[in-house]
């Protein structure tokens, strides 16, 4: 997996979009990128992966930048739930083996 | 959809017995299943990949005879560890790779682990 470099914390005020970085500069090609969060003393929860378009779902948004060397991850109404550590991943297809970094301590702000 | 299980949330057990941690897929059929491990305030490490039927890969480090994995079907995975220290506390948590495209892990809540 390639290496990712995430900001180890951020604030959010409630009820505004959440803009998490990740850098992944050494991405490959066949490398997807991977966002869970892990909400206090419980398993990873997956949010959102993408491999070269932008993608969005229930949860969130994901942007990859042209030459896939940096993402950020779009949560569009953050509400106090969403107060977790996020974690940026890139893997391959299938994701056979997840290596996790220290993350992106996000603290939403009421 | 994508739910896993696991039993027990939590454990606590004395020095020297062994402790069975299961991982259950609910709603999908996983071919593989990863087991981590989570110290306090650290990141997930990953312990192992088990695939079904067959002998589980470990992470270098990880005692194998210790960790004892066995992935019986297609929704089951268990971890034993055995003879447990103190030093094995810890929250354990597993993952399973689905038959529906195999591209995302879905993971279980963690079992926490406290060996007196």
């Known amino acids: 997996d390639a290496k990712t470099t995430q900001p180890t914390s951020m604030d959010c005020a409630e009820g505004r979009a959440a803009n998490l970085p990740c850098n992944h500069s050494t991405i490959s090609g066949n490398e997807y990128v991977y966002w869970y969060r892990q909400i206090h003393s419980q398993g990873p929860q997956y949010i959102i992966h993408g491999l070269k378009n932008n993608e969005t779902n229930e949860m969130a948004s994901l942007i990859i930048t042209e030459d896939r060397k940096s993402s950020t991850l779009i949560l569009p109404h953050a509400t106090l739930r969403d107060t977790a550590v996020y974690y940026c991943?890139?893997?391959?297809?299938?994701?056979?083996?997840?290596?996790f970094g220290t993350g992106t301590r996000l603290t939403i702000i009421p | 959809g994508a739910v896993v299980s696991q039993h027990p949330s939590w454990v606590i057990c004395k020095s020297g017995t062994s402790v069975k941690i299961e991982c259950r897929s609910l709603d999908f059929q996983a071919t593989t299943m990863f087991w981590y491990r989570q110290f306090p305030k650290q990141s997930l490490m990953l312990m192992a990949t088990s695939n079904e039927g067959s002998k589980a890969t470990y992470e270098q480090g990880v005692e194998k005879d210790k960790f004892l994995i066995n992935h019986a079907s297609l929704t089951l995975s268990t971890l034993t560890v055995t003879s447990a220290h103190p030093e094995d506390s810890s929250f354990y948590i597993c993952s399973a790779l689905g038959d529906r495209g195999q591209d995302t892990q879905y993971f279980g809540p963690g079992t926490r682990l406290t060996v007196l």
């Open positions: 991943i890139a893997s391959n297809f299938g994701n056979e083996k997840l290596t």
